[in-house]
């Protein structure tokens, strides 16, 4: 089974729906992140979460909420998709004991489309 | 604002051929650079590279940190197929481990 699993895999919708993305991990790591991922801008980060209890905004977080609702599990919200908000999104752990916490895992990603 | 850059943005070679790819970065105190290899979806990890770790290799991949140049390079020798994906280059920011990213150089290599 995979570390780190996103669900749905695929999603459309249409403008003003709200969404919700799902990440779940089974690596034990206590840091999450979501990032979205367009053409040529690479990944720019969205949230990250370095525990439960502590949820930070990335570079682009307006227009994104999430929820931290166990070590786990990282959710991510678009309360009122808009189009601009089709992208590739990834969630990813990493572990703050290792020696090294720079490395990060991805999930498989998701693939949205707003119309 | 911490920044990473690569180049070139795309490359076609043939197989057998060498490649090496770019990365330069901008940070406030570097810990670290990372490479991943991003084919249909996720990215995958490939290196870590650190001041105590400037220089990785496993099997036809290799990288090399340049903290004077602020800059590291990634060469694949003998190159296959299956070596056609994203390359991206990511160094992670001084609060936390965030990682910043750089566009990617989209490698393709033809039979």
């Known amino acids: 089974d995979a570390d780190v699993t996103q669900t749905p895999r695929n999603r459309i919708t249409k403008t003003g729906k709200r969404i919700m993305l799902e990440c779940s991990q089974t690596k034990g790591h206590d840091r999450m992140y979501w990032y979205r991922q367009d053409p040529g801008l690479g990944l720019r980060l969205i949230y990250y979460?370095?525990?439960?209890?502590?949820?930070n905004k990335g570079e682009i977080s307006d227009g994104y909420s999430v929820s931290r609702q166990a070590q786990a599990k990282f959710s991510l919200s678009l309360e009122s998709a808009i189009p601009n908000q089709t992208a590739l999104y990834f969630c990813a752990t990493s572990d703050s004991r290792l020696p090294y916490t720079d490395t990060q895992y991805f999930g498989p990603g998701t693939r949205l489309t707003v119309l | 604002e911490d920044k990473v850059v690569q180049s070139p943005l795309s490359l076609v070679v043939h197989e057998g051929d060498t490649v090496t790819l770019n990365c330069s970065y901008e940070v406030t105190n570097f810990r670290s650079l990372l490479w991943y290899k991003q084919e249909k979806k996720a990215p995958t990890f490939l290196f870590m590279l650190?001041?105590?770790?400037i220089e990785k290799k496993s099997g036809r991949l290799s990288s090399i940190l340049d903290k004077k140049e602020l800059s590291s390079i990634l060469n694949i020798t003998a190159t296959q197929t299956g070596d056609s994906a994203i390359y991206l280059c990511a160094v992670p920011g001084y609060a936390g481990n965030m990682l910043t990213f750089g566009g990617g150089t989209r490698l393709m290599v033809k039979p």
């Open positions: 979460s370095f525990d439960v209890k502590d949820i």
């Open positions: 650190t001041s105590s770790g």
